[in-house]
Structures are given as C-alpha cells and as structure tokens.
C-alpha cells in the first residue's frame, strides 16, 4: 500500500504532452555522455554507497528537466531509500576514476541531498502544521487510508519519539480496534471522538472533506478543529 501510494503521488502535477517526450528525447541524443548507464564499475565505494543507484536516479532528474520531485520518487520508490536518508560521502573520489562515464558523482551526489534536505524542510514544516502545536493534545487522523499512511510515514520522520496521544477513527467498522499505522494507535469509531477528548481533526479524504465536515458538524461546535489533509 506505502509502495502503490507513492507511485500514484509521483504523477501528482505530471501531465506529459508531447513536448515532454521530445524533451526527453533530446535529452537522451544530446546529453547522452552525461548520464549513467548502470554499469556499475565504480562499485566499491568505502561508505557502502549504491552509486550506480544514485546515478541512475540522478539520470531521472535530467530527464525531468530538473525536477526534484523525479528524483526522490526514484529514490524512494524505485530503491527503497528511507525519505530521511543523507548519502554520506567523503569525496575520496574513487568512484569518479573508475566512472566510464567520467561523470561528476560527488557533485551529483551533493545535488542529491541537497533535494532529500529540502524536501525534509517542507515535509517537517506541513508536519508542524498538523502536530506541531505543543500545547495541542489530542490529535485524531480521520478517514485510514492510503493518505492517512502517507500522513503517518511523514510524521514518523519528524517526530521518532513522540508517538502518543494520537487516536485514529473511520466510520468503517470492519477497521476498528486494527493498528494500520502505528502498532499503538487503533482505530476507533467515530462515536469516540468525544469520549477521547479530541482537540483537533485531521482529515484524511481527498474527495469527500466537505462531505464528512457536515457529518462532523456537531463536533465543531464543541470546538474540534477539523483540518483538511493535504499532500
Ligand atoms: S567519492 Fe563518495 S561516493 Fe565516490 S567512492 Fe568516495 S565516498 Fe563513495
Ligand atoms: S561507473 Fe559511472 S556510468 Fe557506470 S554505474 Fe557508475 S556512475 Fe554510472
């Protein structure tokens, strides 16, 4: 599910015409030299970095004209690099002696964090958004989905330590008392959300957030912030 969910929000703000295949193309005939091919010969790296697989992700960045978004799918999705991972590399420079490309890794290797820093930096300031609120108790994720997961891997990075007072609800009761996102969160029904004192509700529905913040009208009164979850 974590897996199928990236995949779909890689194509997020994706919309290939034909100019971005003959972008591509032209990439590939003219910049041919510049990209990886995979072939491994500069393995070897005495971090225990996958160069080739950083290379061949770099490859994507290329051909999407610079989009960091490319990049970290093919990280992430594609090698199954943690989103918090920093490659450590201590320019000794072997690898760009044996590249037969001859192709600047440790450059692209810095390009490389540089993009999974940002993306860490916008990731921890929407989580502040969310959980940030020290003095906020209580948090609900409404709605436990793909989007709900997608919430929870971010969380997850910014804040390993803290995994308490976090309550989950769904209205489908085939999901209570199940733990899909952290072993100590269960899902309740959402007759509960008064019972646990929820303070604020963040919803996970894409399509129906208006629908389900008039079921929750009554909720709102007893003044539970809902909050819309995005992206
Ligand atoms: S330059 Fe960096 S990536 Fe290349 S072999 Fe040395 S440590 Fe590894
Ligand atoms: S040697 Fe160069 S072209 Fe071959 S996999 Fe390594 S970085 Fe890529």
Known sequence: MKQLLENVSAFDD???GSDYFEEVNRKRSS?????????????????GLEINKLMQSYNEYVFSNKNPRRLLHDLHVKWEYAQDRIFDCIE????????????PVIERIKTINNCVQDDLRKTRKQMERYFGDKHMRNIGIYGIGA???QLYE?????????CSNIYLFDKDEKKWGSAPLHREWRVHAPGDIEKFKIKRLIICNANHYEEICRELQHLVKDEIELMQYNL
């Open 14 to 16: 994706f919309n290939p």
């Open 31 to 47: 910049g041919m030299n510049d990209l990886c091919t995979g072939c491994d010969y500069c393995s070897g790296c005495p971090n």
């Open 92 to 103: 000794c420079g072997q690898c760009e002696k044996k590249c037969t490309q001859k192709l």
């Open 147 to 149: 989007l709900a997961l």
């Open 154 to 162: 971010k969380y997850r990075i910014c804040y390993p330590d803290e």
